[in-house]
């Protein structure tokens, strides 16, 4: 084993409490390494750390060259990717796959429902309150439902693995939700890193994602139309995901545009182009509810384009994914997810929540409110972490903050028992140690079929003892592999060029720029503070009065997305 793993799995340093429970590891196990691992365990062996911290140098070297970097306390830096990926068995895939399939159904079916004739409100499967308060319920979504009846064309469901082992559900993501980026630009450098890793151990390739997404949005397009025209809408160049609004744009080759390349006349949208308008069907929307048609929400938004929804209502144009997903969302629409699931599919969860007091529930919140400091309490509109107050980590200060909080508004937060997320090997500055980590499968829904990409992104928190993986706390990725299956069919003659191009479409350089730094974390969907960015950067870039093909976009990102718990 060399040296590689020497202090691997020690007690935590300085302060650190120790677990009442240890976490699960990915790789090593009681009696040795785990099956899955034990190919990339003798390869890592192999080496010494200064070899595998050059490989990880050269990681880094590529995504700076790309422009898949992010902002770190002002500091632009490439956006971290471990060398030791994730490996995840075909067996156990299968369950995993399973559960993100039944759960955007049951997810489906609750947005068809609420936006609908609210059956599981009549029938008292969840109360009405839990519809009217949340933020996210838009009721300018009722009667807007694409040809095919899809609403969740993507989603992100955020998975961990507890300490027993078990994968559990810790969030979902259907509103707009972002990182697929980072899983296909990793797989293609690890693919050209260590290239004949993929071809012994079988790792099931990512590329196929673009297509799916393209052949899932074409689907959803308006009744009559054989050949849709796709679009990627985009705040702009500002906004911390740009990177993955054009890169995908150019891998599923579709234009790539912002609100002031759209207008609606007769009911329709159009596009300008130097030839002329140019009928829009579908719209894949990497802005906010609240930003994307003025006469509907804001009416201050620069970002959409006055008359969308109108379009959308009338049948003429989808909108993907559909406004008012983010009441699916909600942390406290989350708790209810196993009774919707038996409700609408008549099933128990395959992938179980991570256990969640509801504090309107009776008696409840005073439970809460004795165990603030052993707890996680999130707040339930949130992502990427914001406000999530780790009650063993808080001062009393916070805490004290949190429980007058908690008293004002009992519906506004979820709490949740302190999850050892599981560990995988990571090499940081003193070595090869155990990291938390957790996993984004992302799921294409394209009315016939729910498909999960193999393996999804892997984020990990490389601060020693962080439980939060946003990448604007210090969190980085991993890639992720499927093993066991034979993506070549037999074929064991491969060249390097040949692995690479099956296991992920192949991404182009995209310079980066910086004009100051997000607040946010940069991997879910736009914020409030995305048109602020965005407004802002007319000040400095002339407003345009054609297209922007995916191919001439202009090619810059403010921030690479990073990672969210």
Known sequence: MGDLFDGYGGPPTGNRPVPPRPPFDEMFDGDGIRPAYREIHGALARMTQEELRGRTDALASSYLAQGVTFDFAGEERPFPLDAVPRVIGQDEWTGIEAGVQQRVRAL?????????????????????????SSS???????????????????????????????????????????????????????????????????????????????????????????????VVLTPGVYNSAYFEHTLLARLMGVELVEGRDLFCSGGRVWMRTTAGPTRVDVIYRRVDDEFLDPLQFRADSMLGSPGL????????????????????????????????????????????NVDTWRLEDPGALEEVLDRLDELVVKPVDSSGGKGLVVGPAASRAELAELRTRLLADPRGWIAQPV???????????????PRHADLRPFAVNDGDDVWVLPGGLTRVALPEGQLVVNSSQGGGSKDTWVIGTDPWGGRRERSVQDIVADQATATSAIPAIREHAPDHSPLDAPRFDQAQQQQQARLHVPAGNVRRSAQSAPERTQDGEGAAC
């Open 309 to 352: 929804l109108s379009a959308a209502r009338l049948g003429n144009v989808t909108i993907a994914n559909a406004v008012g997903n983010g009441v699916a969302d909600d942390k406290l629409v989350y708790t209810y997810l196993p009774e919707l699931i038996r409700y609408y599919l008549g099933e128990e969860a395959v992938l179980p």
């Open 136 to 230: 996210n319920f838009h009721r300018e979504a009722a009667g807007i439902v694409s040809a095919n009846g899809v609403r969740i064309h993507v989603s992100g469901i955020d998975l961990i693995r507890d300490e027993a082992g078990t994968w559990r559900v810790l969030e979902d993501n259907v509103r707009v939700p972002s990182g697929v980026s980072y899983v296909i630009s990793n797989r293609r450098v690890m693919a050209q890193t260590l290239p004949e890793l993929f071809m012994s151990m079988r790792v099931r390739p990512v590329g196929d994602y673009p297509n799916r997404l393209l052949q899932a949005l074409r689907a959803s397009a308006p009744a009559g139309v054989d050949d849709p025209n796709v």
């Open 419 to 433: 999850v050892q997320l599981s560990t995988i090997p990571t090499l940081v500055e003193d070595g090869m140690r």
């Open 108 to 132: 489906e079916a609750f947005l068809s429902d609420v936006y609908g004739p609210q059956r599981a409100v009549r029938d008292g499967v969840i109360p009405a309150s839990l519809l009217t």
